[in-house]
């Protein structure tokens, strides 16, 4: 295979990994990668490859996003954990002065 016939497909299959990156937009990602595989000859190997590493790629990106959704809760959880200590010290204090 050229190098010149594959710049094309190469930038289109970038184009679909930018929008895969965005579990919103993986829908837009999966009609562009669609087109790409139409592009490769079906006989091959290639596409076959391709639509395999697609597939986890999708998954792989599914799963940061939700850890990162859960990274996110966890630290909201640790602030508003850590500002009721806060509060609960403060009106320990308090207390202890009007004693």
């Known amino acids: ?34 087109e790409l595989k139409a592009d490769l000859d079906a006989s091959s190997n290639l596409s076959e490859m391709l639509d395999m590493l697609w597939c986890e790629l999708l998954a792989a990106r599914r799963s940061a996003a939700f850890w990162q959704e859960i990274s996110d809760l966890e630290k909201q959880m640790t602030q508003q954990m850590t500002q009721n200590h806060i509060q609960l010290q403060q009106n320990y204090l308090r207390l202890m002065q009007e004693q």
Do not use: G, K, W
């Open 1 to 34: 295979m050229s190098q010149v016939p594959l710049d094309p497909q190469i930038a289109q299959l970038q184009a679909c990994l930018l929008l895969a990156q965005n579990p919103s937009t993986q829908q837009d990602a999966r009609q562009s990668f669609t």
